[in-house]
Nanobody, 115 residues
Framework: QVQVVESGGGLVQPGGSLRLSCKFS????????MSWYRQVPGEQRELVAE???????RYSEAVQGRYFILRDNKENTAFLHMDRLKPEETAVYYC?????????WGQGTQVTVSS
């Protein structure tokens, strides 16, 4: 059974950086598309960044140039590096592992951008 667990969230000042990790448990990590989403209470979950099995990446327009998604297939881990964070990016950040039409979600990690 596939499981993903996020870590690395916390409190950061505006303009600061943070790196989130997503640890994958299960088989065949390299063939999964790994994605990061975020959700603010009362709003829909939105896609932030995605990296495919072939390492193609895609970012939302809001984070393009400031966020970077990486994967380490030896460690079964995906990362999201976030730079120049803004207060409005305070949210719960979720990792997902996708294979065809099946998604596996983590419990999320809180990121708070505040002075």
């Amino acid at each position: 059974q596939v499981q993903v667990v996020e870590s690395g969230g916390g409190l950061v000042q505006p303009g600061g950086s943070l790196r989130l990790s997503c640890k994958f448990s299960g088989r065949s990590f390299p063939i999964y598309t790994m994605s990061w989403y975020r959700q603010v209470p009362g709003e829909q979950r939105e896609l932030v960044a995605e990296i495919t099995a072939g390492r193609s990446t895609r970012y939302s327009e809001a984070v393009q140039g400031r966020y970077f998604i990486l994967r380490d297939n030896k460690e079964n881990t995906a990362f999201l590096h976030m730079d120049r964070l803004k207060p409005e990016e305070t949210a719960v950040y979720y990792c997902s592992a996708q294979l065809h039409e099946t998604y596996y979600w983590g419990q999320g990690t809180q990121v708070t951008v505040s002075s």
